[in-house]
């Protein structure tokens, strides 16, 4: 069964800068595009960035633009969230997901991963 393991996170200071990865065990047909997603203690699960299958399109959340930079390796069958100039207001449990196109709703995504914490302090 294909699966999505994310790595990565880890707790910082604000300003710092973290990488996290994504990698499926597997190809997963026809559900090629990839979301990040986070949820913070008390919060819903909110959309970070979104890629297409080819990368030629990507979104990005109002509160991550210009920060944060969605990329994959499909050599690697790998995405990665670069997240620069982090903020306390990031912390929270990040995952990824896989989906069928470039879409923003939790309950699109047909695949997730256990999820990997990030946390940043002040």
């Known amino acids: 069964q294909v699966q999505l393991v994310e790595s990565g996170g880890g707790l910082v200071q604000a300003g710092a800068s973290l990488r996290l990865s994504c990698a499926a065990s597997?190809?997963?047909?026809?559900?090629?595009?990839r979301g990040w997603f986070r949820q913070a203690p008390g919060k819903e699960r909110e959309i970070v960035a979104a890629?297409?299958?080819?990368?030629?399109?990507?979104y990005y959340a109002d509160s991550v633009k210009g920060r944060f930079t969605i990329s994959r390796d499909n050599a690697k069958n790998t995405v990665y969230l670069q997240m620069n100039s982090l903020k306390p207001d990031d912390t929270a449990v990040y995952y990824c997901?896989?989906?069928?196109?470039?879409?923003?709703?939790?309950?699109?995504?047909?695949?997730w991963g256990q999820g990997t914490q990030v946390t940043v302090s002040s």
């Open positions: 890629i297409t299958s080819t990368a030629s399109r990507r």
């Open positions: 597997g190809r997963i047909f026809n559900s090629n595009a």
């Open positions: 997901a896989a989906s069928r196109g470039l879409v923003t709703r939790d309950y699109e995504y047909d695949l």
